[in-house]
């Protein structure tokens, strides 16, 4: 029993600690933000204290509305929970290109192919595409070209056969057309 209430106590300590530790690191934010990414030094920081400012900057650059900076410090601090946030902001405010990039960066498939079926659902062929091509989905490849071939979308259905290397079907574009 008492062990117990001496490791919890130890593990809420540490949580305070990680806590003020945070916001120290919040506090010279306005440093490097100033100074910007590409000219900042962070050799001086341990791993996990590099990630926690770099976090922090992204952050402050979301607020402020500057999300591609925002996705550049998230990408070096390896933050796939962020870019996958800010994936979902983008794909629920229409930017599908955007959305479609941060979950690349962040390496999530699922979203990729959830997205990629919104999109063929709603008819946005190109969008589609991109989506299935990162994931190298050839089934929903080729179910994106035949959508196109019946809607007489030729150049993205001759761009969808091509690369899943499909000559039938690249042939069949070139009779249609």
């Known amino acids: ?45 341990d791993y996990q204290t590099k990630n926690q400012l770099l976090d922090a900057l992204g952050e402050e650059y979301e607020r ?51 997205l990629g079926h919104k999109c063929l659902d709603d008819g946005r062929f190109k969008d589609a595409m991109s989506a299935f091509v990162l994931v190298n989905d050839v089934e929903a490849l080729r179910e994106v070209g035949e959508d196109c071939l019946r809607k007489e979308r030729w150049e993205i259905a001759t761009e969808i056969f091509k690369t899943i290397n499909d000559a039938e079907r690249l042939s069949s574009v070139g009779e249609a057309c």
């Open 1 to 45: 029993m008492v062990d117990e209430i001496v490791e919890h106590n130890e593990q809420f300590l540490a949580g305070e600690e990680a806590k003020r530790q945070l916001n120290s690191l919040k506090r010279i934010v306005p440093v490097p933000l100033e100074k910007g990414i590409d000219n900042l030094n962070l050799g001086m920081f």
């Open 64 to 114: 402020k509305g500057d999300t591609e900076m925002a996705i550049k410090v998230y990408v070096l601090a390896g933050s796939r929970k962020k870019l996958q946030g800010l994936g979902k902001e983008y794909e629920n405010v229409g930017h599908i290109a955007k959305a479609i990039n941060c979950y690349r960066l962040a390496n999530d498939e699922s979203s990729l192919l959830a």
